[in-house]
C-alpha cells in the first residue's frame, strides 16, 4: 500500500499529536496521505473520489464503527490504532504504531470480512411525523440496531419476526439486533451470546425483559427479522427509538416496524496480529495478561 486515509478522534489525540506523527512517517517514506478528524465525518461523506487504499482509524471501538458506515461504500478496509480502552477492533497500541504501517507497506496484512446489517423503517398508522409520510427510512449497522423505550417512558411491547413467522411478544425496555461483531457489545451486556466474526448469523437479544422466560435467538443472516412496535395499553400509544450502532437515531410510534437483514456491504478489518478471538476475549473481558 503507498495511499492512506488517517481518520482521527481528536477527543482521544489531543492536538493531534499521534495524527502528525503517523502522517510525516508516510510522507517521509515516499507515499500519499490525507487526514480527516472524526467530527467532520458527522453529518458529511467521505468524497468517492478519495485517493486511499487503506483507513487508519486513531480513537477505539466506537471510533471504527463511526466510520464504518461513512467507508462501506468505498469499500476500503480499516486498521485500527488503540487510543481507547478494551479496543476488540482497535488491535494496534500506539507503541506498535510504526511496525504496522511497515506492515502495510509491503502488503503484509490479512482482510477480515465482518457482517453489516440494514435496518428499513416502516411507519405505522399511528405515526405521522412531518415530511415522511409512510416512507421507508433505512440504516446502516457493524454492531447493533437497538429498538428501545425513549427516555422515560413506560415498558413497551415488541413483537418479532423472522421471514413473517412469529418468534415471540417481549414486554420490557426492547430489543437488540446485533451482528457477531456487536455480540460482544450491548448484546453482550444484556445477557446475550459471543459469536465468533466468522459466523454469518444475527442475534436477537431483549432487553430486561417482562419475564422469566425470554432468551436470546440466533438466526440465519439470511434471513429478515421484523421488529413491530405494539400498544402495550388500550389508552397508551408506546413511544421508542431505534438507534443504529448507537448513532442514528429514529422515533417510533405503535405499529411502526423495522425490517432488518444483513447489508449489502461488509466492514473490511485489516489484522496484523496472530492472536486468535478467544485469546483476545479472555485478555480484554477477564483482564488477563497472557498476550
Known amino acids: 500500500m503507498d495511499r492512506f486515509l488517517v481518520i482521527t478522534n481528536e477527543r482521544k ?21 490525507n487526514l480527516i478528524g472524526s ?73 477480515e470480512n465482518r457482517m453489516m446489517i440494514r435496518g428499513d423503517l416502516r411507519l405505522g398508522a399511528y405515526h405521522k411525523p412531518p415530511n415522511v409520510n409512510g416512507k421507508l427510512t433505512t440504516g446502516y449497522a457493524l454492531n447493533d440496531i437497538v ?5 422515560l417512558s413506560r415498558i413497551i411491547s415488541i413483537r418479532i419476526y423472522v421471514n413473517n413467522e412469529l418468534v415471540d411478544d417481549y414486554r420490557g425496555d426492547g430489543v437488540i ?28 437479544t431483549p432487553i430486561c425483559p417482562h419475564s422469566l422466560s425470554p432468551r436470546s435467538v440466533v438466526v440465519s443472516a439470511e434471513d429478515v427479522v421484523k421488529v413491530v412496535v405494539r400498544r402495550s395499553k388500550k389508552t397508551q400509544n408506546d413511544e421508542a427509538i431505534a438507534t443504529f450502532d448507537g448513532q442514528k437515531v429514529i422515533d417510533l410510534g405503535t405499529e411502526d416496524e423495522i425490517l432488518i437483514k444483513k ?10 496480529s496472530r492472536t486468535g478471538i478467544y485469546e483476545i476475549l479472555r485478555s480484554k473481558l477477564t483482564g488477563s495478561n497472557d498476550l
Open 177 to 204: 439486533i446485533s451482528t457477531p461483531t456487536g455480540s460482544t457489545a450491548y448484546n453482550l451486556s444484556a445477557g446475550g451470546p459471543i459469536i465468533t466474526p466468522k459466523a454469518d448469523v444475527m442475534v436477537i
Open 263 to 272: 447489508a449489502q456491504y461488509n466492514t473490511k478489518l485489516i489484522k496484523l
Open 39 to 111: 467530527l467532520e465525518l458527522e453529518g458529511n461523506k467521505i468524497r468517492p473520489d478519495i485517493d486511499a487504499q487503506c483507513a487508519i482509524v486513531l480513537g477505539g471501538d466506537g471510533t471504527i464503527i463511526r466510520c464504518a458506515t461513512h467507508l462501506m461504500e468505498l469499500n476500503i478496509p480499516i486498521l485500527g490504532i488503540n487510543l481507547g480502552t478494551i479496543g476488540f477492533l482497535a488491535e494496534i497500541e500506539k507503541n506498535h504504531i510504526k511496525e504496522a504501517i511497515d506492515s502495510l507497506f509491503v502488503d503484509d496484512y490479512v482482510l
Open 147 to 151: 429498538i428501545t423505550r425513549k427516555g
Open 13 to 33: 489525540d489531543k492536538d493531534n499529536i499521534i495524527t502528525k506523527q503517523i502522517a510525516d512517517y508516510i510522507i517521509s517514506s515516499g507515499r500519499k496521505c
